[in-house]
């Protein structure tokens, strides 16, 4: 293959011809490259037009048998074909609702640490440690939660909080039941493990981006560093941070290994947070091996459900973000 | 002269303080998960890596002894091929939102999507793979294990690569433009070229990714337990044997499950720690 390099004088009869074919070549190359190039960037569309569209066939027949009722249907009897996704659900999102009750503190703690009183010397490694704990797959925790984790949970969380609270007036409800180390709270708590790296690396790099002289000019007034942090950092960077904080819930409401381990895959209502329930994505890893008939399209079914969830979070957060950013001038 | 601090400033002094020191203590337990977890999993996991780890087959149920090779070699298989087909197709279709889509309605929307499919729960992928790869063939595959892994690749690389790509300077591309060069060297031979270190560092993330991604192959590789080299079946791979062996009564699946988890582990931070050096060698901005 050769450029359209400038020929020498001696040569322009026979060239021109050369030139013209060769400009004709280089052209048809350019569409075949646009074409494929748009086509492989389409693929992306159409993977999540296809996903939506065969999930939601797969699932008719449960939506045609039940209709709207199957969202707050409390009932799971695979014998007599009757499902409602009540339990999936709420399990879902009471455990990724504590997880993130539990890890945005932290994980905001740990951003504040790493960008104001973090030594420079010890930043890159303990950022390079909060990524690296991010990047550990979903199984480890699950294992951790398991074999470690509940045991421990067991005897010096659930006991305690069960003896000293469970006697309260408002709030006993909450910690009564088996103390076995499984449960809501406990699949509540190895996802805000999980969780926390994620959202602590998203907040330290949104703080990072502060422009300096922002920060300069509050300290220059007189503002201590938490001042600073509240005041100047924070507010500048809240889409940012919001972002986040939800990307972290998409994580959470999806996460099927960390949760399967440690929620007790009980197909019933959790009562309180230390009852076993189940969230979706541990109901289909857990069932859909030897599902059948109707359960097989109710699974589907809440499979449907937990892709529209977290498509509407995850659109929300990218739409603040993008919203505030225009609203910036960027 | 000294001056009395007065009670505002004492007060303003005080938060100060307990701020900070709650975001290190925040930042303290944070480094005591990670430390606990890794220290876990090194000392239950390095009991079980032993040679025979990598010579013998998965143990049946209530059998002694046994080792991962077949989920090992499966698991190299499946990912290896989703690496080799989601390379092109990401890296190509972030040349087309960098160099042609750019800022048109189709690009903007592109993007959005990808980084929904970003954060997308995997799980619901492996239903979408098994509804078209696994139901109509008929059979659990390596193919739709490999189709699943790509699936969830793919926005990853494009994300990447388009960043990366962003990264290059406008000067470069108009210097190759005046050169006559036409538009596809432009983008592959200089632009892409320009960017190499940043696209396989792209690509490094991703493979540690999809190396530890359970959910999506639950439905489409299945499990295997013998050793077997055909993706047009059933194929054993660490994840889901970690899973199977994890859940189980058995001691020496448990201790196969903690051993093929530090492996894992292991493989994982040895991608992101070499992403990050290449990352930062070859890039001197």
């Given at each position: 293959m050769n450029t359209s390099q400038s020929t020498t004088s001696s040569d322009d009869g026979v060239n021109s011809v050369n030139m013209a074919a060769i400009a004709n070549r280089q052209r048809w190359q350019d569409v075949v490259f646009h074409r494929t190039t748009q086509s492989f960037s389409l693929l992306v569309l159409f993977a999540l037009v296809g996903i939506i569209v065969s999930l939601f066939i797969n699932a008719w027949p449960t939506f045609a048998k039940f209709g709207a009722h199957f969202l707050w249907y409390v009932e799971w009897d695979i014998i007599n074909q009757e499902f409602g996704a009540a339990i999936s659900v709420v399990g879902t999102v009471l455990s990724a609702g504590i997880a993130m009750l539990l890890a945005v503190p932290l994980a905001f703690g740990i951003a504040v640490f790493l960008t104001e009183t973090c030594p420079v010397w010890l930043r890159r490694p303990l950022g390079t440690a909060v990524e690296l704990l991010a990047a550990v797959p979903s199984i480890i925790y699950g294992m951790f939660g398991l074999f470690v984790f509940a045991p421990v949970y067991a005897d010096y969380l659930q006991v305690p909080l069960q003896s000293v609270?469970?006697?309260?007036?408002?709030?006993?409800?909450?910690?009564?039941?088996?103390?076995?180390?499984?449960?809501i709270l406990a699949a509540g708590i190895i996802l805000a493990f999980m969780v926390l790296p994620f959202v602590a690396a998203v907040m330290r790099d949104v703080f990072e981006i502060t422009p300096p002289i922002l920060r300069e000019s509050a300290y220059g007034l007189g503002c201590t560093t938490w001042e600073v942090v509240r005041k100047v950092v924070l507010p500048y960077t809240q889409t940012g941070v919001i972002g986040g904080i939800m990307l972290g819930l998409g994580r959470a409401l999806g996460e099927t290994m960390a949760v399967t381990f440690v929620i007790?895959?009980?197909n019933r209502m959790p009562t309180t947070l230390f009852s076993p329930g189940t969230s979706i994505a541990s109901v289909l890893a857990n069932e859909f091996g030897e599902a059948e008939g109707l359960h097989f399209n109710t699974l589907f079914a809440l499979g449907f459900l937990l892709f529209c969830i977290t498509f509407v979070v995850l659109a929300l957060a990218k739409w603040l973000i993008i919203r505030t950013e225009k609203a910036k001038g960027h | 002269m000294t001056m009395q601090p007065s009670p505002l400033y004492r007060k303003r002094k005080r938060t100060n303080l307990m701020g900070l020191t709650l975001s290190m203590i925040a930042m303290s337990l944070g480094l005591i998960a990670l430390f606990w977890i890794l220290f876990v999993l090194f000392s239950n996991g390095l009991a079980a890596l032993e040679l025979t780890l990598f010579t013998n087959d998965t143990p049946a149920p209530g059998s002694e002894g046994g080792g991962l090779r077949n989920a090992i070699v499966g698991s190299l298989m499946i990912v290896g091929l989703a690496v080799l087909v989601s390379t092109p197709i990401g890296i190509l279709a972030g040349i087309y939102l960098t160099?042609?889509?750019?800022?048109?309605k189709t690009a903007e929307f592109t993007r959005f999507v990808t980084d929904i499919m970003l954060s997308a729960p995997s799980i619901v992928l492996g239903l979408f793979v098994y509804a078209i790869a696994v139901a109509t063939v008929g059979n659990f595959s390596g193919y739709a294990g490999s189709l699943a892994l790509t699936l969830i690749a793919i926005p990853v690389v494009m994300r990447t690569t388009e960043n990366m790509l962003r990264l290059v300077p406008g000067s470069l591309r108009e210097a190759a433009f005046a050169l006559g060069a036409p538009r596809w060297k432009v983008s592959t031979m200089v632009t892409l070229r320009a960017a190499k270190s940043g696209v396989i560092t792209g690509l490094l993330l991703a493979l540690a990714r999809i190396s530890g991604e359970t959910a999506p192959l639950l439905f489409t590789a299945l499990n295997n337990q013998f050793y077997s080299t055909n993706m047009g079946a059933p194929m054993a791979n660490l994840p889901v044997v970690i899973f199977q062996f994890a859940m189980s009564p058995y001691e020496n699946w448990i201790q196969l499950a903690w051993g093929g988890a530090l492996l894992i582990t292991l493989t994982v931070l040895a991608l992101n720690i070499l992403a990050r050096v290449f990352f930062r060698e070859k890039v001197k901005v």
């Open positions: 609270l469970g006697g309260m007036p408002l709030v006993g409800w909450m910690f009564g039941g088996a103390t076995n180390g499984l449960g007790g895959n009980a | 160099e042609y889509g750019d800022t048109s």
